[in-house]
């Protein structure tokens, strides 16, 4: 009988004295301290009423205590879900409404209005807070650090993380305790990990990237992290000699690269260094190695499937590549039309099977089934190819989606929005090279006639629906949007059009 995450979790633990967490304050958190809290947490989910199978939805700022709350979710039988800080109210209604959690665990500032929400839908709200404050985190204090695990086996579901939809519907992809736990070996294999690792952890930890991808490999080897609040270049430069390895987005590397005190010297000691979520540029990727001696080794994932790729630890990391697929993921690129195999070296839409992938879209049936293949492969909705020494690269993406900084925004969305806005008659959301974030969302925008509506009205009336990184950073008006013999808005040409928006922004010094 067991529970088929947390066992693994409990089995890397080499001695409860070893440090699972080093904060900034410099806090330890040892891996006893981990099993003590997490179980006192999950007696406290027990007791507010949460059953095995039940959702408990998280927004919090990042914290040690937020990172245990999602093990304590492990070992309760829970279904961990985990939602960005930047997450408005609408947006949160629809989570809620959606995922029908038992629980919600809000951050202070807005309790209140989730209240509001979540009584609608019959959730309980807790807000993470401190001993002595009413909040969760005294229920736990006061509650035993023993905790009989509940058994979950290899296909219960473990964590619930939404992606949004290319219709403007976020889908709930539902993670088993399998999907989590053999990416997560694997990678640990893959790339080398020990308990000697301290990982340097400056990423959100709602994302697959910061929570499955980081957390979970560390967790397998029994290693460490040194945990920052959020990126900040200063304090990853001071960490560095400190630490054996780093996981970012592509906008970590180009940040740390404009900062002066990057050299060899500073990532003597440094291991490995990985990339992933977006495209790390060939010319990161040089740049980078010629000022620190370190080829940053670039993967490819999804919240639904987990990692896929990854360039090899030994043997060559080839810039604009994501590597090869991982032992026990099946990856082939195929005609998106029919579905059948193509040849090396051509571009077709990537599909891949594996123990990494979901189990399906929360209470979306058809959406689920529209993605898989009969025959078990998920349809990625990338476009890439593969070489012949079985290099595997991403050209493109099949799906309408722009990704910025590492988060992914679903055009529709925020369309959706413009589009609601008195004086608009319609618009097109595009993303343009960003030399910080990689891809800028821009809105291009027609008016009705007569009408006054300028980018400061259409950003400020996105403010309460759409998180900020999905608002765009520029909005364009123009008299009527390109379209194509058919009828469809043709993007390509206007993110050819506004290629330089961001880049002319730049020499400007704006
Ligand atoms: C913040 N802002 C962003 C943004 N992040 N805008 C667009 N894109 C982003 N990614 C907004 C802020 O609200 C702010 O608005 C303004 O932009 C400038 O903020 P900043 O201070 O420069 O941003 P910062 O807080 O430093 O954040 C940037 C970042 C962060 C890149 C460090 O976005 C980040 O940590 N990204 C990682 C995302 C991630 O973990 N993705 C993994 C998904 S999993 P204003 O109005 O206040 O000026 C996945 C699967 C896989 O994709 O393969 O891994
Ligand atoms: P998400 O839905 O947030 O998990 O984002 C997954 C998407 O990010 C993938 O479908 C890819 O389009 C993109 N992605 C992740 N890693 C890479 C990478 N290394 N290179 C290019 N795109 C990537």
Redesign the pocket.
Known sequence: MTNHMFDAIRGAIASEEAVFIETMEGRIWTYGEMLEFSGRFANALAALGVTPGDRVAVQVEKSVEALILYIACLRAGAVYLPLNT?YTLAELDYFIGDAEPRIVVAKPSIADGIRTVAGKHGALVETLGEAGDGSLMEKATGSKSEFTDIVRGADDLAAILYTSGTTGRSKGAMLTHDNLLSNALTLKDYWRFTAEDRLIHA??IF????LF?ATNTVLMAGASMLFLP??DADRILELMPRATTMMG?P??YVRLLLHPGLNREIAAGMRLFVS??APLLADTHRSFHERTGHAILER????ETNMNTSNPYEGERIAGTVGFPLPDVELRVVDPETGSPLPTGETGMIEVRGPNVFKGYWRMPEKTRAEFRQDGFFITGDLGKIDDRGYVSIVGRGKDLVI?????IYPKEVEVEIDQLPGVVESAVIGVPHPD?GEGVTAVVVREPGSGIDEKTVVASLADRLA??KQPKRVIFVDELPRNTMGKVQKNVLRDTYANLFRENEQAGS
């Open positions: 930047a990423l959100p994302h697959t990237h910061g991808v959020k990126f987005v906008t970590f992933g979520s490819y994932g999804m919240t910025s900084g590492g988060y992914n974030f900020r990184y």
